[in-house]
């Protein structure tokens, strides 16, 4: 509220020196962080779109440093608590009718493509070189069966059952891919 406040104080200023600039600005909000998620409906509100950095979220969610090698094994982004945070959010996205994107490490992976489909998202942030890539596990994916792998993900436990049913899922749709397949 404090930015929009900002934005339209700004705004009021290229105003009054009578210099143009564009009337309608989209604001958004990242959501990064526990705190944030868990309040996503109180942030779309106020907002135009929500963007979900998963990197942070994963490495916030679960109290890991990722960068550090000692404690790799823990960040897990299949944990289910991070599941849960991106359906929340994306709930509460499609709840007040406004776009929701996640980008990092997941929205490039092809083997959560179809979870965050299924998931409601229909926005992904990602590097050019994997837009094929991601474009290809789109395509050979269906929204009734995307919506029901996320149905049986949030049903799993632990992230590394989570990690092998989308990874299985993956296979069998996509068996070309040498990357993830091979």
């Known amino acids: 509220m404090q930015a929009k406040e900002l ?10 020196r ?32 929500l963007s979900i950095g998963t990197n942070d979220l994963v490495q916030y969610s679960l109290a890991v440093d990722r960068g550090n090698q000692a404690l ?42 179809p979870l965050l489909l299924g998931l409601g998202v229909h926005e992904l942030s990602l590097a050019s070189r994997l837009i094929p890539t991601i474009k290809n596990a789109i395509r050979n994916t269906s929204v009734v069966a995307a919506s029901r792998l996320a149905e049986q993900v949030l049903t799993l436990c632990t992230a590394e059952e989570i990690m092998e049913l989308l990874t299985n899922e993956y296979r069998n749709n996509v068996p070309e891919d040498c990357f993830f397949n091979c």
């Open 7 to 16: 934005l339209a104080e700004s705004q009021d200023e290229l105003e009054k």
């Open 18 to 49: 009578g210099v143009e600039y564009a009337k309608t600005i989209r604001v958004g909000c990242m959501i990064e962080v526990p705190s944030a998620a868990i309040i996503s409906d109180l942030l779309a509100r106020e907002c135009d779109f």
């Open 72 to 113: 790799q094994k823990y960040y897990s982004p299949t944990h289910p608590s991070v599941i849960r945070l991106i359906k929340m959010v994306v709930a509460e996205a499609n709840h007040h009718g406004i776009p929701v994107s996640v980008c990092g490490e997941i929205a490039s992976d092809p083997r959560f493509t």
